[in-house]
């Protein structure tokens, strides 16, 4: 990905009077605000009076690696105070954290503070850095309207366009799937990425990144064939991007060409950097994964392993272990998987996430290995690098159920679901867990359920609706003109009531919650449109609406009635069907507070 960071230095900006020191107050705010400015000093001046700005500049970059905005403006705030105005290198360094962070409108003031007579002034790494901003969060149109003041010379601090501004917003009209724009982009700024009237590598590359994430990756290999024609040589990143197209593609035999032509070339010119490195073998491994083609796999992680020269980080790990399991053998995943324990523990960089512990729990549960599922449970939490999310714990908990069940320990996987219940109060009945439950539940059966089912005994779910409805009458529906204070006892026995217009169709339902007028019509606190169903539609189904989307009342219609006519806010209702009437039916029956709690 292309990184504005790598622009010219920005010109030495002016040195501001040392301001008076700070308060009591200023300097137990600085010293608490985070832990490493109490292991390092804040800032030191130079002999010649001005201050040395670089280690809050790499504090800057830090916190904006974690995503830590608002600790970043409190850091400038207080180094503000105490040295007055900062350079353009730091403030370039938080517009950088605020695109980073997704907040454009934050990098947007930013930028507006640094274009003021008494700052620090703009240059041409914060147009960079703005342009990238507004690319991501798809603000287009102000985007070529600051290209257009650069072009046209009027932008503040005259920065020069250059190819370096028009990649950046390339490269973010690229990454959102963008075309349209990025080829409206090229076509009129064009001229400043060619090199002597040709297009240049790297945007080459974009392009074909631009066609591979908008689904169309024998686009990219057209690129490619252009760029023989107009004489470029591919660099590595061609060729990567190149055999991730092929892969889009389903064409292995062809990814496996490019990465031939990689290594002879590499070889035989001595163009070392054209070799492959860790990024193409995970490309490779991806594509053979899908295709479980296990002896391929096993010749690309021979050949990753024979390379002396070549580093292998976590994502590569990773991507072995993952192709591995996919094709089937489980002992050679093992054996990578604790090579990567053991580089780690010379490495800390080389620990694996908790999705590769997951991955591996996975696989070994389903084969009922209740022993080794059980062991990365447990290490899971110590071993792993990154923030293990609640999402992820839970899985973690279903396949240790999974695994035990399916190593026929059905206490243990009792207790594992009694465990998952109180700790997570509730499993989806959707997810890989939740048909693991099922299956627990059957062999419990109903009498020693953990689930406390209600079972509907004297309805059927596939009968209509209108078999057990409400007729519309009998629901003593309110007019809309109404005002509330009339028929505010009504409220205190039903809590939602259907409303109607002078012509009795339906027009929406009012709940007792939102009765909060009692001078207005019913009509102007009412939901509307209310919530409907055909006559012919099947119990099941408006059990489930009302169960998922809390409906209190459903409203009964025919279907000519529905979709025979125009669009329109009001239906003529044959009946009702409410949540009071299927709490009643189901055995043991329900209330309302059961609902609530759903």
């Known amino acids: 990905m292309l990184r504005l960071r790598t622009f010219p230095p920005p010109p030495p900006t002016s040195v501001s009077p040392r301001p008076p020191p700070l308060s009591p107050h200023e300097r137990a705010f600085s010293s608490s605000s985070s832990t490493p400015l109490r292991r390092q000093p804040f800032l030191r001046r130079r002999r010649t009076g001005r201050p040395n700005l670089k280690p809050l500049t790499s504090r800057i970059v830090q ?51 640094m274009l003021k007579p008494e700052s620090c002034g703009v240059d041409s790494v914060t147009y960079g850095t703005l342009l990238k901003g507004l690319g991501d969060a ?17 932008a503040m601090g005259n920065p020069k366009l250059s190819a370096a501004l028009i990649f950046g917003l390339l490269n973010a009209l690229i990454e959102a799937g963008d075309l349209r724009r990025a080829n409206g982009l090229l076509a009129r700024y064009g001229y400043v990425l060619h090199k002597g009237g040709r ?24 690129v490619h064939e252009e760029m023989s024609h107009q004489g470029l040589d591919p660099d590595r990143l061609t060729y990567n991007t190149l055999i991730f197209a092929c892969i889009k593609a389903g064409n292995l035999d062809a990814a496996m060409c490019f990465f031939e032509e990689m290594k002879e070339k590499g070889e035989s010119n001595g163009y070392q950097v054209v070799l492959p490195d860790a990024v193409t073998y995970t490309t490779l491994l991806k594509g053979f994964r899908h ?27 990773a991507a072995i272990v993952d192709a591995l399991l996919n094709c089937g053998s489980i002992k050679g995943a093992l054996c990578a998987f604790g090579e990567i324990i053991k580089q780690a523990g010379l490495n800390s960089d080389l620990k694996p996430k908790s999705h590769l512990y997951l991955s591996m729990m996975r696989a070994l549960a389903a084969r009922g290995d209740y022993g080794m599922v059980k062991l990365l449970h447990r290490r899971m939490w110590p071993d792993c690098a990154g923030t293990i999310s609640f999402k992820v714990q839970e899985e973690a908990d279903h396949l240790l159920m999974e695994a035990a069940l399916n190593d026929g320990q059905v206490d243990i996987a009792i207790q594992s679901l009694h465990d998952i219940v109180r700790r997570w109060k509730g499993i989806s009945w959707t997810s890989r867990g939740g048909m693991v439950a099922m299956h627990i539940e059957a062999l419990l059966g109903t009498a020693n359920s953990l689930f406390s089912p209600h079972l509907l005994p004297r309805l059927s779910l596939y009968e209509p609706i209108d ?27 039903d809590s939602v009531v259907p409303i109607v217009d002078d012509w009795g169709s339906c027009i929406g339902l009012l709940h007792c919650e939102d009765c909060n007028e009692l001078n207005s019509p019913l009509s102007a606190m009412m939901r509307s449109p209310p919530p409907c169903v055909t006559t012919t539609t099947s119990i099941g189904r408006v059990i489930e609406l009302i169960l998922e989307k809390k409906y209190k009342m459903v409203v009964v219609v025919r279907y000519g009635d529905l979709y025979g006519g125009m669009a329109s806010t009001s239906v003529r209702a044959v ?17 309302t507070d059961h ?4």
């Open 63 to 113: 916190l904006t690696r974690r995503r830590q905005l608002r600790q970043i403006f409190e850091e400038v705030e207080i180094a503000e105070r105490r040295y007055g105005k900062l350079n353009t290198i730091v403030m370039n360094a938080v517009m950088e954290a605020c695109v980073h962070c997704g907040d454009v409108d934050a990098a947007l003031k930013i930028f507006a503070e």
């Open 138 to 154: 798809r603000r287009i149109d102000e985007a070529f309207q600051v290209l257009e003041s650069v072009e046209n010379g009027t």
């Open 199 to 222: 297009p240049s590598i790297l945007m080459c590359n974009l392009l074909m990144k631009g066609y591979i994430n908008s689904g169309l990756p024998q686009e990219a290999l057209n």
């Open 291 to 317: 295709s479980m083609d296990l002896v391929s796999v096993q010749k690309i992680v021979f050949e990753m392993k024979s390379r002396y020269d070549l580093v292998l980080d976590r994502t590569a790990y």
């Open 467 to 493: 078999s057990i409805m409400t007729p519309f009458e009998a629901a003593r529906p309110l007019p809309g003109t109404l005002l509330l204070k009339k028929v505010t006892m009504r409220f205190f026995r």
């Open 575 to 591: 009946g009702v069907f409410t949540s009071a009437q299927l709490f009643k039916l189901v055995d043991p029956p329900l209330t």
């Open 595 to 598: 609902f609530n709690n759903i």
